[in-house]
């Protein structure tokens, strides 16, 4: 592709010796006067959301704040302990947000919000998009992501949850539906149940929010990033030294000692 | 220092088949009861905060949520214009919080909170807790972190209006008082103004809700990570190709051409 | 996926208090007997390589060692401009070794694996193998990555000079033929000439030295963290204060001012 | 500190249509002429090294290609695992060499070449140097970095094997003499043998090959990157899933559970 760009274009915020302003608004009258929620889906969406939006965000922003000693906070600890500074080892754990570990939202996500295009167009109903999200997964040999739980085969707990809220904010709408009308599809198609888990619910009602579907990632990994920076805290002031992993828990299976044979 | 450790140990977070549990509550009861400005401050602290604190904390978020074209999202937007996921393109500009950039609130904050201890204990008065603070940068070479706007030389405007929110929840205290000390200190040794600016109020007010300095920084780049987000997606969407300098931008100033005389 | 493993197992390398042992070789033992680009195929693929082939590898990563100002470098730069360290610094720089900027030699040798993999069994001929790559990217709607240079649109100066190293050394093998093959065909395919450019060389000859398609992206931006940590230093040392964008050169094309009217 | 920079300016190289130009030469007539070690020293230093320099530092760079499951590697493979591409994962593994895991060299040769300019201006003997790095550190209430090896207490012997080769190479100067007499000097004041490790000889002697003492930590990482490069590319290719640590090596030991009595 082409490198043509020299200047900085932006619609998301400018500063200059008066004011910095976002989304035409001056951030000093924000400040006080809007949620911190309200103020992420202006920037994100570039106009004020419905009151109940807000809400319903930070409620999702709680819910994945911190859980405790998983892969983006093992990188996080490694990386304070090494004495890297807590931007940086915050930085590492953010990382682990790969499409592996934290990407279902965002791959379900963006066949939602395509569906949901044609469906508003009329090219598509209900049913029919459903099915074809299921089948773009099996096409490519893959788990439909955000679906299915293996602690909780029955549905994840805090899918009703969420959306108790979303239902009392205003918030649920056609990406909701469409991502319900996928698990029964593929209730459907495989025979079990495979019901929507934190994953997907994050992704749809993040859409519902008017999210692009490319943001939906950073719904997981933006407050998470403050649950980094209290588990760097922690290495830094509660354990000594650089951790490591001891030698017996290291299997070492390549080639067996052998001389080099030069020199 | 010895590399000893091979568990892992936290008093942060824990999750299990049932329940994500963090600082003993269960994480299900804290989505839709409190929000994530308290949650974060349990996580932090350990406890639930008094009321007016998270308000407070919020709105400091939505001070710090975007600033436009600045080196964080500069650097966020080159990563996502070369075709990084959007996690590291955030993780490349959380890492623009550096000592020089975004570290004034923790470097002022570490002083603040040393000498609190020591005022608290009744081994220093304030003005002598202040002196010594301007003391110790200046015994360092340095500019006290946290004071002076190049733009407002009578006053960061932004810190008034925090201190309002500060005040009417609640929340200032020694910190505080230690901080504004040191401007008056300032004032007398250097004979102008330097008052406290943005990021020292932060790193002031963190210490105020209980935080340990080593988390000031994060109050930054935590926030910001939202906004890196959303300047990720508007570069990915709105500009084509990948994001280059022009030539004529860069000048080379190392030893002219030269022959290498090999070969 | 499940998430099972709790333990370290590696054909790599290890260590214990006698020795560090490379793919079975001790590690003293290689210190000054093998070469960097030796030792490193030897852990790449597990046996020591050919003679050329480290002659080769060596004279590649000198041809991506650095190339001035560019987007991995500028955000070095502005990393290293706003105080963090130059491990964050480089990593940064790292990261921006995306899919648009660095990924074109990963991409076509993933297809270039898959097909000598097929010639080899007899299931495909070059020609065949060529025309299914090309018909690969066409149908996903992309330029093939790895051909064409908009400043040498007769061909990259730099693939002669590298296949020249490569030929004296005995390295050219099935992957290069293949993508010779593959700008054959685009010539024949759209008409005009796509030569080979540096990125999709470097891509066939680390796969006729039996690196894995996924290791290939490595090849620039390894030797390029050596580049990075010279532009981190020229940073730190050459420029004073923390390197930002005039207010001129950014556009703000959002939303005019408004009020909030709320308070 | 001022943002006052607009434009880039660089004497490390520059590219244009006809060329990229490293410190004056055509790239291109440095591929296949110099060895890496060599262009990555002119690019450091601004002028090609004496022939012997790039022996050696090809040597170090071997001595640090990898040392198996250790801090770098294993926050790399967690970032693989989650799914982030190389360049991420690379990234996260190359920021774990921070001050207290990869910073001896860098802390180390911040004072060697600090004091070795006193003693060439006369202003101190080497013995007076070697006291003032001693007493620099001890006044920290810090180990000096660069000294000792826990399983090696009469001395790490991969130092005597690289300096057999900068011996050989004539690279040995002034820094490392310092370097051995601070050595000595720690005999005599702390009672107890204390030798150079390791890192203490890659910190001296790449300030005998002229390097800036800011740039010494990358003479770990640099070379390290293709050791992560190639762990990455293990742990996808031979792990399924994404890595975790099992319940029942983590030990919560904060609050007890707790109801949070609202709602």
Known sequence: ????????RTAIAYGDQHAVVLRGYDLQELVGQVSFAEAFLLLATGELPPPGHAKLLD?????VLDHGIVPSSIVTRYLASAGSPIQAAVAGGVMAFGDTYGGACEQLGQQLAKHVVEMRAGRETEPQAAAAIV?????????????GHALH???????PHLYRIADANGVTGDHSRLAFAVGAELLRAKGRKLPMNQ???IGALGL????????LRALAFMPRSAGLAV???EEMTREAGWRH?????????????RPLGRG
Chains 1, 2, 3, 4 share one sequence.
């Open 208 to 215: 519902d929010m008017n999210l692009d579907w490319r943001l």
């Open 59 to 63: 409620a999702m922003m709680v819910s």
């Open 199 to 201: 994953d997907g619910a």
């Open 245 to 257: 992993v001891p030698d017996e828990e290291i299997t070492y299976d390549g080639p067996p000692r």
């Open 1 to 8: 592709m082409p490198a043509t760009r020299d200047k900085w």
């Open 135 to 147: 089948g773009h997964f099996v096409a490519l040999g893959r788990k439909v992501p955000g679906y």
């Open 153 to 159: 085969p029955e549905g994840d707990p805090r899918v």
């Open 231 to 233: 588990h760097a805290v």
